[in-house]
């Protein structure tokens, strides 16, 4: 009777100890990871600030050029609007990376750590949440999403600049010639040239507003 006693205290000790140290190691790799889900957040983070700075760098130079003589063409501003829209995909398109490890990062923040600090009544399912998106990584915003986002808080002010700047550059700047003359490009009319310009900004301001009244993506939102 004795030695059955003395064994079942033994297994379960065994037991209780493998389930320390499971949640141990648990506590451990989760601690691992969530450091390095922060540390990749942080890194595409930067990458997308490198591309804004691109995009900056590439607008005061163009305008710098643009105003430093008269014989400049003005279409090197339009050459630049193009410029700007070609960082504007580039960067929606790591911004729909970042998302990804930005995701993960706020499951573990508000899955794990809020509910360690204050409990809340119904709890989350945050294992189950991560568990999916590791077995199965996908993009939780899509191109449409990422690219009026990215729009909304940095291209469209570019863009905007750009627009005064060539306005300027044909109408004030060279106030000794028509405006239409001053806009043409290759032979190409001037009125054209800015039915286009309008068209494309037209296009970009409209998409800005609509994605504004509709759902928005926000970095402290959910």
Do not use: C
């Not at 063409?73 to 700007?84: A, D, K, N, R």
């Amino acid at each position: 009777m004795a030695e059955d006693g003395t064994d079942n205290t033994e297994d379960q000790f065994d037991s209780h100890s493998k389930t320390v140290d499971t949640e141990e190691a648990m506590a451990g790799l989760t601690g691992n990871f969530y450091r390095g889900e922060v540390e990749r957040t942080a890194s595409w983070r930067g990458r997308l600030d490198q591309t804004t700075n691109w995009a900056v760098v590439v607008v005061g130079a163009i305008l710098t050029w643009a105003f430093s003589s008269g014989d400049n063409p003005h279409y090197v501003i339009l050459i630049g609007v193009f410029g700007v829209t070609a960082f504007l995909v580039m960067e929606a398109t790591r911004y729909q990376e970042y998302d990804v490890w930005r995701k993960r990062v706020r499951i573990l923040q508000t899955g794990l750590f809020a509910e360690m600090y204050s409990p809340s009544a119904e709890g989350t399912d945050w294992q189950r949440q991560l568990g999916d998106d590791l077995r199965d990584p996908e993009f939780h915003l899509t191109m449409r999403e990422a690219l009026t986002h990215r729009l909304r808080r940095s291209y469209l002010a570019l863009l905007l600049l750009l627009l005064a700047a060539w306005v300027a550059r044909v109408t004030v700047y060279e106030a000794s010639e028509p405006w239409t003359e001053t806009a043409s490009i290759l032979g190409v009319s001037g009125v054209l040239v800015a039915a286009a310009v309008g068209l494309f900004y037209a296009v970009a301001v409209l998409v800005a507003a609509v994605s504004v009244r509709g759902e928005t993506v926000m970095e402290f939102q959910e």
